[in-house]
């Protein structure tokens, strides 16, 4: 078990990448926490979201920014080289042919910070989920 020096969690993998610290209790918040560079990024995709979802809730669930409509529809996360966005397994599988260059996994996705935000996919796969209700 490897334990962060900072928080004092534990982790089965060394260098697990975590929140430290009290959860955010807005989005406006967890932007914030986030480097300079990778702020205007999330704010990118939180204007993207906002305006391809606009009757879902905006709320912190597992620590990260998500949309949220009866359910959770989609989330969004900062990691140190990535922006997660995790629509459900469902929704990557539906979209799996577009998704080729980037990293997936079941029901998340990592873009890259040194490639350009794909904000129209994003917003596909945010108006999907929500359409179908097809979010696990």
């Not at 928080?7 to 610290?21: A, L, S, V």
């Not at 949220?68 to 995790?86: E, S, T």
Request: glycine share 4%; net charge positive.
């Amino acid at each position: 078990m490897w334990q962060c020096t900072d928080c004092k969690r534990e982790f089965k993998k060394t260098n697990q990448d975590h929140f430290c610290g009290e959860p955010p209790k807005t989005i406006d918040a967890y932007i914030a926490a986030q480097t300079e560079e990778v702020q205007p990024l999330l704010n990118q995709v939180r204007d993207t979201l906002r305006a391809t979802l606009p009757n879902a809730e905006e709320r912190i669930a597992w620590s990260m920014p998500t949309y949220w409509r009866k359910q959770n529809i989609v989330h969004f996360a900062a990691f140190k080289k990535h922006m997660g966005l995790y629509p459900g397994d469902k929704a990557v599988a539906h979209f799996s042919d577009r998704l080729t260059e980037y990293k997936t996994s079941k029901g998340a996705i990592q873009f890259p910070y040194n490639k350009p935000l794909p904000l129209l996919l994003i917003a596909e796969i945010a108006k999907w989920s929500y359409d179908t209700g097809k979010h696990d």
